[in-house]
């Protein structure tokens, strides 16, 4: 069983600036699909970036420019950097990892998650 750790949530004001980084039990960052989703307040949760074995990166539009995921093989992290943080990405962020063992197998992590709050 593989096990996701998040950090680096808090509050922040507009504008400023946040890195969260998820750290994996096992040496699985360059094999699987690793993303962070996050889930505000009375919404669902959604994805807004991911980072693939080759090493593509995919961000959603309401983040763009504005957010960068990375990772660290050696160290088994994968990092978020968050930039111009604005009141509507407050929320919890999480942590994803997962990967297609065939077609009717998948493994999918998750981390507890990590609060992060924009607010002047």
């Known amino acids: 069983q593989v096990q996701l750790v998040e950090s680096g949530g808090g509050l922040v004001q507009p504008g400023g600036s946040l890195r969260l980084s998820c750290a994996a039990s096992?040496?699985?960052?360059?094999?699987?699909?690793m993303g962070w989703h996050r889930q505000a307040p009375g919404k669902q949760r959604e994805l807004v970036a991911l980072?693939?074995?080759?090493?593509?990166?995919s961000y959603a539009d309401s983040v763009k420019g504005r957010f960068t995921i990375s990772r660290d093989n050696a160290k088994n992290t994968v990092d978020l950097q968050m930039n111009n943080l604005k009141p509507e990405d407050t929320g919890v962020y999480y942590c994803?990892?997962?990967?297609?063992?065939?077609?009717?197998?998948?493994?999918?992590?998750w981390g507890q998650g990590t609060q992060v709050t924009v607010s002047s």
């Open positions: 980072i693939v074995s080759s090493g593509s990166r």
């Open positions: 096992a040496s699985i960052v360059s094999r699987y699909v």
């Open positions: 994803n990892a997962q990967r297609f063992r065939d077609i009717a197998t998948r493994d999918d992590y």
